[in-house]
């Protein structure tokens, strides 16, 4: 298969589907993106509990959420100049500048950053505590760190697999003393 057909068949096929759905279809799908604004206080929470826990565990330098949330001079449309849509109905919210503009410019990258940074937050977690290679772990590079608690130890340090005692995404390359 060529590069360019792989890339097509990871994609998930939404644009050529999306006018053959019901209006209500839509609608329903609609409410559902944004019904998950009532669990992002528990989700701020979480993150914050995994960013404050590897503090307390002596971490330094891990990102902030902060560090994942786009500039607001990279967003393309302000509330002078966002377009909007027709809308499919009367009353549609695509034809609001104040819709897109919250969405846009707030609920979209906020969200998305918060995910973001707290699956990273995750990936640290799981680096540090336990620095098993396994079918996944290469998908945890983004929360590499110096090394993991097993490291740190000498004694439990030479348990482990060979990988995974030079395992660069939770070992620094800089470690002699493991190899």
């Known amino acids: ?12 096929r939404i644009g050529e589907n999306h006018t053959k759905m019901s209006k209500l279809s839509r609608a329903i799908g609609l409410i ?9 206080p528990f989700i701020v929470l979480s993150a914050y509990w995994t960013y404050y826990s590897l503090i307390l565990c002596g971490a330094k330098n891990v990102k902030k959420w902060g560090d994942y949330i ?4 990279t967003h393309r ?16 919210l695509a034809q609001s500048k104040l ?8 609920y979209c990258p906020y969200s998305v950053a918060l995910f973001e940074w707290h699956a990273y937050l995750v990936k640290v977690v ?5 620095p098993f290679t396994h079918g996944e772990k ?11 608690f097993w490291h740190i130890y000498p ?9 995974d005692k030079c395992n660069p995404i939770f070992t620094d390359e800089h470690d002699k003393d493991l190899k």
């Open 77 to 92: 449309y302000s509330l002078k100049n966002q377009i909007t849509m027709d809308g499919s109905f009367k009353l549609s």
């Open 126 to 130: 799981e680096n540090w505590w336990c």
């Open 155 to 163: 004694e439990d340090a030479a348990k482990l697999h060979p990988d």
């Open 1 to 12: 298969m060529k590069a360019c057909e792989q890339c097509a068949a990871d994609r998930v």
């Open 32 to 40: 559902f993106i944004y019904l998950p604004i009532f669990t992002f």
């Open 99 to 106: 819709y897109w503009i919250l969405n846009c410019t707030v």
């Open 138 to 148: 290469e998908n945890y590079k983004n929360g590499s760190i110096d090394k993991s």
């Open 70 to 73: 786009p500039d607001r001079a």
